[in-house]
């Protein structure tokens, strides 16, 4: 739902066992397809930092041929962006897959794989919080847990979308 570009060239790789190149994700900015995000664009501290997620026209078209996936919680500021980056890395290193027909933590404290992992950020909640969270949803599942480890990545108090028009 949100990754950096090192992530999305890892897991293109992976999947088509070549590198994607550059102008593959500009033309899907270009057209509108994922939204390229820059961090703190148009301030002192702007950074050659770039994160991406789906458009909504992309959303309807995956509702549209019941293809599963999840969206960016409208919701989800800096700091939960943070997150779901350091997660995601942290996932991918790991060489887990999101499971993304389970419903987000809203504080997005925590993050489930297809491989019954659940990755949570152990200074935000424990594991016995989750379980009785999981509980509350009625959501039977015998998960193993594994604290997210590594440095947060940074996203940027004033990281906006970059405007396709404005691309070369």
């Known amino acids: 739902m949100l990754l950096t570009t090192d992530m999305l060239m890892e897991l293109y790789q992976r999947t088509y066992h070549?590198?994607?190149?550059l102008s593959y994700l500009k033309r899907a900015v270009k057209?509108?397809?994922?939204?390229?995000?820059?961090y703190d664009l148009d301030?002192?501290?702007?950074?050659?930092?770039?994160?991406?997620?789906?458009?909504?026209?992309?959303?309807?078209?995956?509702?549209?041929?019941?293809?599963?996936?999840?969206?960016?919680?409208?919701?989800?500021?800096?700091?939960?962006?943070?997150?779901?980056?350091?997660?995601?890395?942290?996932?991918?290193?790991?060489?887990?897959?999101?499971?993304?027909?389970?419903v987000l933590d809203s504080n997005l404290q925590y993050f489930f794989t297809i491989q019954n992992v659940i990755c949570y950020f152990h200074n935000l909640i424990t594991q016995e919080e989750i379980k009785k969270e999981l509980e509350r949803m009625k959501i039977q599942i015998a998960p193993s847990f594994e604290a997210v480890t590594g440095a947060m990545i940074e996203i940027g108090q004033f990281t906006k979308a970059v405007n396709p028009k404005d691309l070369d």
């Open 18 to 21: 070549e590198k994607m190149g």
């Open 31 to 38: 057209e509108k397809l994922i939204i390229e995000y820059q």
């Open 43 to 102: 301030e002192v501290s702007e950074k050659k930092e770039y994160y991406y997620a789906l458009k909504g026209s992309t959303y309807n078209y995956l509702k549209q041929n019941r293809i599963a996936f999840l969206k960016l919680p409208p919701q989800a500021a800096y700091e939960e962006k943070s997150r779901i980056l350091t997660c995601n890395k942290y996932i991918i290193e790991h060489g887990y897959q999101p499971n993304i027909s389970m």
